[in-house]
Each structure stands twice: as C-alpha cells, then as structure tokens.
C-alpha cells in the first residue's frame, strides 16, 4: 500500500484547508494517459472505484490501476529549486524503505 510520509500529509492538509474543500476531500492520483505519468488533482470526494487512504487527518484517493502501481512507494514532498532560485516544494513518488532482515 502506498505509504504517505508527515510532510506529504502536512502539505495535502495544507492543501485542501487552503481550497477551502469539504470534510472528507483529499489529493487524488489518476493516470488518465499513463504514457504521460501520473496526475494530481485536489477532489471533493473519491471516484467510485477509487482505492481510499486515510490517516493523519487526509485522505488520498487512488484510481485502481494508480493504486496497483504504487503498492511499493511512498508519497512524499521535496523541495527543488524554482524559476527563480527560490525553493519550491513538490510532491515525489519514491521506493519504501525495506525493513532488515
């Protein structure tokens, strides 16, 4: 399952408390041309066949085929440069940490 790390919450909680959406609202991961990578978009509510992770107070919705993808990943948030040297935050998808053995 798609683990989600506190700074990934923290911004997604940042994020639907600034759109001003309803309780229940979340970031949503979709791949409508998966050639061109994945989409974020802010919703309301999930998609009927959506896979929904919920914890830390936000909610992320997965389509089913998104949700397949990033069994193995982790969502998180890391800064990068911007346009104009300032540091601009953005989501990332990255490996899980494996545990040792």
Known sequence: MLAITDLAAE????LTTDAE?????????????????LELSLAGQ???????LSGEGVSVFLEPVVAEVLDDKVLDVQPVPGP????????AIGPQEQPEA
């Open 46 to 52: 999930p998609a009927t066949d959506d896979v929904v």
């Open 21 to 37: 959406l309803p309780e229940g609202s979340g970031l949503r991961i979709s791949a409508p041309d998966p050639e061109q990578g």
């Open 84 to 91: 104009e040297g300032e540091q601009e935050l953005r989501f």
């Open 11 to 14: 911004a997604i909680k940042s």
